[in-house]
């Protein structure tokens, strides 16, 4: 069965502190990935997604993750957060038939608090 | 352009009533997908309609079903209502191409006591 872990629950941050969240994913066929933001009290919202192509995803607001293969894994990243950077963020991977199920697993999400 | 919205925000329910959950998805929109946000259990896919027909289910029991209405809007009903079941429940919807984004509403948040 496909699963999707993010190993890190709660991040506390300093403005202007590197960012770097990580997803990995179980499941060896092909996938699309994708990283969702949920700002307080807002709906979630996509941050940027990986179908094909290069590995190296910008997305929305300077996030980029990178999609290694080899590692199963779609590490989201920031080089500098800011305070409006406070949200919930969610790794979800579309693996097994992808594209034709349509089932998003989900990580359970990140929290990132990010200190002025 | 609006975006998903979904009825009512908040719903309260006793142990064994049903629940009904609305979601009017972005126009255009023919797919439309639900999930439960439970504590501590993360995002649920529940289920997801295309075209008016179910086209995947998550591993819920069948207490949980839905229907997708012809202008493409849909309901998540929940029968005999147990205390789990409370949660928050989000729809999300997108074009009926295999691969796409899906666009979220803000949810319903169901207790159940």
């Known amino acids: 069965a496909q699963s999707v872990s993010q190993h890190n629950h709660h991040v506390i941050l300093s403005e202007a502190a590197s960012l770097e969240l990580g997803c990995n994913y179980s499941?060896?066929?092909?996938?699309?990935l994708f990283w969702y933001v949920q700002y307080p009290g807002q709906h979630l919202q996509l941050l940027l997604k990986?179908?094909?192509?290069d590995p190296l995803v910008k997305g929305i607001k300077g996030f980029e993750a990178e999609f290694i293969k080899s590692k199963f894994s779609f590490n989201l990243r920031k080089p500098s957060v800011q305070w409006s950077d406070t949200a919930e963020y969610f790794c979800?991977?579309?693996?097994?038939?992808?594209?034709?199920?349509?089932?998003?697993?989900w990580g359970l999400g990140t929290s990132l608090a990010v200190n002025p | 352009e609006a975006g998903v919205t979904q009825s009512p925000t908040h719903l309260i329910k006793t142990r064994g009533q049903q629940a009904t959950l609305r979601c009017s998805p972005i126009?255009?929109?023919?797919?439309v997908y639900w999930y439960q946000q439970a504590l501590g259990l993360g995002l649920q896919f529940l289920l997801w309609?295309?075209?008016?027909?179910?086209?995947n289910r998550g591993n819920f029991p069948p207490r949980f079903s839905g229907r997708q209405f012809p202008n493409y809007s849909s309901e998540l009903n929940v029968n005999a209502l147990e205390l789990e079941d409370s949660a928050l429940y989000l729809c999300?919807?997108?074009?009926?191409?295999?691969?796409?984004?899906?666009?979220f509403g803000q949810g319903t948040r169901l207790t159940v006591v």
């Open positions: 990986y179908f094909s192509g």
């Open positions: 499941y060896g066929g092909t996938v699309n």
């Open positions: 999300a919807s997108s074009f009926s191409r295999p691969i796409d984004e899906a666009f």
């Open positions: 309609y295309d075209e008016g027909e179910e086209r």
């Open positions: 979800a991977v579309n693996g097994e038939n992808a594209g034709n199920n349509r089932k998003l697993i």
């Open positions: 126009s255009g929109h023919t797919s």
